[in-house]
């Protein structure tokens, strides 16, 4: 068996065309500019499939690369055949109106079942919670988000953490500072946010107070406080980093999307958002651009920025299978009594 080779993480998470490595994609797996690997649907067929990829993946590098998925719930959720179907995140804030403490219970269970799934498999992370306020604009955020009010979804998303830590896996919060306010779906078109800074403030308040390992902003422009998009803003990265006092990663959002569009190429695009303190930087479905960028694309290395998503790592076992199966039926119950209606 070949040893993983010794290299620090890059600052590039890039993604797979298909269920199973191909020899490119292995290449480019092992260039130093890479530094993780996000998954879709596409990647999936099976746990056990998914498990022998992503074990074929860890043992290509030390420290091992990072494996990201959106597995949110409800309409965002990659692994399906042989998962347990996890609830919209609207569910929770439906079943909160009703009854606190059942939401919160559920909440929690929702973010042990949702890591502990996905950590038996191979993968590291899951870029949730969802934090942005459901003010009922954005078609794109929708039942994704918890709630209007910012008290409740920092109750619910704080019972969903606590389940993500206690089945050994980080929390992503996104996306920041907030896009439920702004129409546009910035996968295909640029969000403009008009409110001013002081409005904003209760989209702000959950990255304030909860407890985050990760944190990805928003291609949306806030125009009245800054012309660039929160994902190329040094207003917004320092906003998080300084006022409200947070040390974890920030990962851009996909440097592919149309909402990126303003920074120029793919190239200029890793740039700005780079300069502006993200410290992973995700393109996907573009194998071309990979490409370009792994040629060509050039940035001092950054031992800081690899060691802090290095930390996003599980450093414990993958959880306890009979704990998993009872929050698992836990959830199942709940659903078929009607209570987590999407």
């Not at 996968?187 to 209760?202: G, K, N, T």
């Not at 806030?222 to 998009?229: E, H, M, T």
């Amino acid at each position: 068996m070949t040893s993983p080779q010794e290299l620090p993480l890059g600052p590039l998470m890039i993604d797979l065309v298909g269920p199973r490595l191909s020899v490119v994609e292995r290449r480019r797996l092992g260039h130093p500019l890479v530094g993780g690997l996000i998954l879709f649907a596409r990647n999936y067929e099976s746990p056990a499939q998914l498990a022998e990829l992503t074990a074929e993946v860890h043992a290509l590098r030390s420290p091992r690369l990072p494996i990201a998925i959106d597995h949110e719930g409800g309409r965002v959720q990659r692994c399906r055949d042989g998962f347990t179907r996890l609830p919209a995140m609207r569910c929770l804030g439906q079943l909160w109106d009703e009854d606190h403490e059942a939401a919160a219970t559920a909440a929690r269970r929702v973010g042990y079942v949702l890591a502990s799934e996905l950590r038996a498999c191979g993968v590291d992370l899951s870029f949730t919670p969802v934090l942005d306020l459901d003010w009922g604009h954005s078609r794109v955020i929708g039942d994704r988000s918890f709630h209007r009010s910012p008290e409740v979804v920092i109750a619910l998303a704080a019972k969903l953490i606590e389940g993500l830590h206690a089945a050994g896996m980080a929390a992503c919060g996104k996306h920041f500072p907030g896009h439920g306010w702004a129409e546009a779906d910035s996968h295909v078109d640029l969000p403009i946010d008009e409110r001013r800074l002081d409005e904003i403030a209760p989209d702000i308040e959950p990255y304030r107070r909860l407890k985050l390992d990760a944190v990805m902003p928003a291609h949306v422009i806030y125009r009245l406080v800054d012309p660039r998009p929160a994902g190329f803003s040094r207003f917004w990265i320092d906003l998080l980093r300084e006022q409200l006092g947070f040390a974890g990663v920030i990962f851009s959002d996909d440097l592919s999307m149309a909402g990126a569009g303003v920074a120029g190429g793919i190239s200029q695009r890793c740039t700005a958002a780079w300069d502006a303190g993200c410290d992973l930087l995700l393109v996907c479905n573009s194998p071309a651009a990979v490409d370009e960028l792994l040629d060509g694309w050039a940035v001092p290395p950054d031992p800081l920025r690899a060691q802090r998503v290095e930390r996003l790592l599980p450093d414990c076992p993958a959880a306890d299978w009979h704990t998993l199966q009872s929050d698992a039926s836990y959830l199942a119950g709940v659903a078929t009594a009607g209570r987590l209606r999407a």
